[in-house]
C-alpha cells in the first residue's frame, strides 16, 4: 500500500478564461475548503501536488504563473492556497492531470498510488483526471465540496460517474486527514 | 482536412460482464442503426475500425473474439455487425479506445482526423473515447441513436458533456454518409 | 519482487522486408538458441510474450501473421518457435516493444517487473526495446546468443550501450532458466 | 511542410551527477559551437526549446535548475547558452526529451515537425530522444560537432546508429542555419 497525496487541479489561475463568470462563485466558494484541506495534508506529512494549466505557453513556469495570479484581479482566490517549500508542481498540456505530464512518473517514484483530487472544475478536469487515474489503477477519492463546477448539473452527473464507474470515493473533505 | 473514420466500440461482445442485463435492451435497440451506418461507410469508402475490450486476456485475437461472440446466447447482436475484409482491427486494454492502444498511431498514418464514434456504452467508454480523441484534436460525431447505455441519466448527462465541454458534434445517425 | 518473462521480438518473421538477407544467416544463428530459451521458460512456468511487428496493415491478427509465415520460403526459421495455449501477444507499431502497444498494461497486471529481451534485431528492436523497459524501471537481461543482427559492429555497440547506460545484464542464454 | 526547431539538451547543468568529469572536457568544446547554433537559429526565426533533466525533483522550475547552473562550479559552460525571452521549456524525468513530457503537445501546436537535436550527451539522450522522435515520424538532424559525449566510442556508434536506421541527417553545425 502507497501514499496518499492531494492534487490540486488548475487553481493557481487569473480566471480571464471562457466560462470564468460562471466558475467564480463556486471558486470563491470552496477556496477556503481546499486551504483547510492543504493545511491538514501537509500537517498529516502528505505530498501536495499543485498540477496547473500551462497558460504561459511553455516560457512560464509556476512561478511566474503564480506571481501573475496574484497580481490579477482574482488574487483573493488564489492567495490562501500558495504552495510551500515542499509542494511539487506539474504543468499540463490541457485536462488531465495525466496527458502529456510526468504526473505518472513523479507517483511512481515517490510511491503514491492514492489521491485525492481537489480544485476546478468537477465536470471537465476533475472527472478526466479520475478517469485518467481509474484507468492506471491509481485509487481516488474526491472531496464533493472541495471542488469548483461551471455547470450545476453536469457537476452532480460527473460526481455519480465517477462514485459509480471509476471506482472513485466521493466524500465531504472533512472525512478527509481529521 | 483528413478522413473521417467509423469507429465501432466494444460490439464483438458475449455480453456476460458486469450490468450486461441493463446493457442488453439498448444494445438490442442500436445494433440496426450501427448496422445501417457501418453499410452507409463502407458505401462511401470510409474507413471502419472495430475498437474492442480484449477478452482474451491477451491468448485470443479478434477473429477468436469475433467466433465467441457468435456462438454465444447473443450472437444476434453480433451477426449484424460482422467485420468485412477491409475492417481494421484495434484490441483496447480498458475503457478508453487510445489507452495503450495503436489507434492514434494507426489513424495518422491513415490521414484520419475525424472519428465518428458508435457502440457501448455511451457513459462509459463513448465518453471517454471522445475525451481522449479531443484532447488529441480529432474531431468527434456521435450519433445519439447509435449507442447504448446502461444508464438513461447517464448517457444523457455525458452526451451533454461531449457537446458542451469536448466540442463533439452529436446528431442523428441518418445525417451521416446519407 | 516481481515476475519474469521471456519476450520474443519479430521472429513471427517472413523475412521479405528491406536487410532480410543481412538478417538471414544471423536469425539462422539464433533460432536453436531461441527456442532452447522459449522452451526452458515455458518449463519454468515464465510467461512467453511475442511482441511482433504488426505486418498485416491493422487487419490481420496474429494468428494469420503466423500462418503467413509458415507458408513462406523461411518457414523453418518460424517452425521452431510456435506458440503454445499458454503464450501472451502483442503487436507493436513500429520499432520499440512499448510504442503504442498495450504492453506496459499487461506487464503491470501480470506483476512482471523483469524482462529477459530475445529475437531480432540487437542494434534495433532489442536496443529501442531495452531503453524502453530501463526508463520504465523494468530490469533487463539479453542473452547475447539469442539475438540476431544486421550490423555486427553496431550490434556489439547496441550491447555495450545496454550494458553500461541502460542498466541491462548481458548474459549467455545458458545462465537462464537452467 | 511544418517548421524546424533547434532542441538543446541538457545543457542547463550543474554538471555535479556521474560520469560529469569524463564529460566535462566534451561539454567544453560543444558549448561555443551550440551558442553559435542558437545565435543563428534565433537570427532565423527558428523556436529553440531547452528539454533538461528536472534536477529539482519536481519543486524547482527552470528559472531555478538556471539559477543554480549558473552559481556553481562550471557556470561557464552555461552561461554562453543562457535563454532569451523567446525560449520555450520542457523539463524531462530522464532520458528521452519525449518520455513524460509535453513536447509532442508543443510540437504539433506550433506546427513543428523537423528537430536539430544538440547538447548532451550523444550515446544517450541524444539517441533516445532521436529514436523517439524518428518513431514519431518527426525528421531529425544531428550536428556531430554540437553533440557532447562521455565515451567517444559509443558516440561514434550512437551517430551511425541514427543515420543508418532512425533516418536521420548528421551533419556539420556549419550547414545549418547558414
Known amino acids: 500500500m502507497g501514499k ?3 492534487i490540486v487541479i488548475d487553481m493557481i489561475n487569473t480566471y480571464d478564461h471562457a466560462d470564468a463568470e460562471l466558475l467564480l462563485p463556486s471558486a470563491a466558494e470552496v477556496v477556503p475548503t481546499v486551504a483547510a484541506l492543504m493545511k491538514r495534508a501537509r500537517g ?4 501536495v501536488v499543485y498540477v496547473n494549466d500551462n497558460f504561459g505557453e511553455w516560457r512560464s ?17 488564489v492567495a490562501p492556497l ?28 515517490q510511491g503514491i498510488d492514492r489521491l485525492v483530487l481537489c480544485g476546478q472544475v468537477v465536470e471537465q478536469c476533475i472527472l478526466y483526471s479520475a478517469l485518467d487515474a481509474h484507468i492506471r489503477h491509481l485509487e481516488v477519492t474526491v472531496p464533493r465540496d472541495a471542488v469548483a463546477h461551471i455547470h450545476a448539473d453536469l457537476a452532480d452527473a460527473a460526481l455519480r460517474m465517477m462514485e459509480r464507474n471509476m471506482g472513485a470515493h ?3 473533505s472533512d472525512d478527509l486527514w481529521t
Open 4 to 6: 496518499t497525496a492531494l
Open 170 to 172: 466521493v466524500c465531504a
Open 44 to 47: 498529516s506529512g502528505a505530498p
Open 82 to 109: 500558495k504552495p510551500d517549500d515542499k509542494s511539487l508542481f506539474v504543468l499540463k498540456a490541457r485536462h488531465s492531470i495525466f496527458f502529456e505530464t510526468p504526473l505518472q512518473y513523479l507517483l511512481s517514484q
Open 61 to 77: 513556469h509556476h512561478g511566474e504563473l503564480l506571481d501573475k495570479a496574484l497580481a490579477g484581479p482574482h488574487a483573493s482566490l
